[in-house]
Nanobody, 122 residues
Framework: QVQLVESGGGLVQAGGSLRLSCAAS????????MGWFRQAPGKEREFVAA????????YYADSVKGRFTISRDNAKSTVYLQIDSLKAEDTAVYYC???????????????WGQGTQVTVSS
């Protein structure tokens, strides 16, 4: 079992930045893939970014490339999402997720956090 707790969301003006954190606990964290998805009101939950456990390979949705940066600290069992140049369309609940071999598809992940709200004002 893995528990994931997100933090760092909030209200920010367009063009601003946020850093989301997700602390994992409950089992060995280092080898699996950590990811971030988001869900805007009335929309499906969508992939944002992911980072593998050993090689630290990163993957990004096209809509966030160049603005979002995912990283992880295995010693702290924590994954981060640095969000820069925020846009109104980035407004969503952001979910942290973990899977042994997760990729860009929601079904590839086994554990999910409760989510943290990011609201961008224009």
């Amino acid at each position: 079992q893995v528990q994931l707790v997100e933090s760092g969301g909030g209200l920010v003006q367009a063009g601003g930045s946020l850093r989301l954190s997700c602390a994992a606990s409950g089992r060995s964290f280092g080898r699996g893939t950590m990811g971030w998805f988001r869900q805007a009101p009335g929309k499906e939950r969508e992939f944002v970014a992911a980072i593998t456990g050993v090689t630290l390979t990163t993957y990004y949705a096209d809509s966030v490339k160049g603005r979002f940066t995912i990283s992880r600290d295995n010693a702290k069992s924590t994954v981060y999402l640095q969000i820069d140049s925020l846009k109104a369309e980035d407004t969503a609940v952001y979910y942290c997720t973990y899977g042994p071999r997760g990729g860009t598809v929601r079904l590839e992940y086994d554990y999910w956090g409760q989510g943290t709200q990011v609201t961008v004002s224009s």
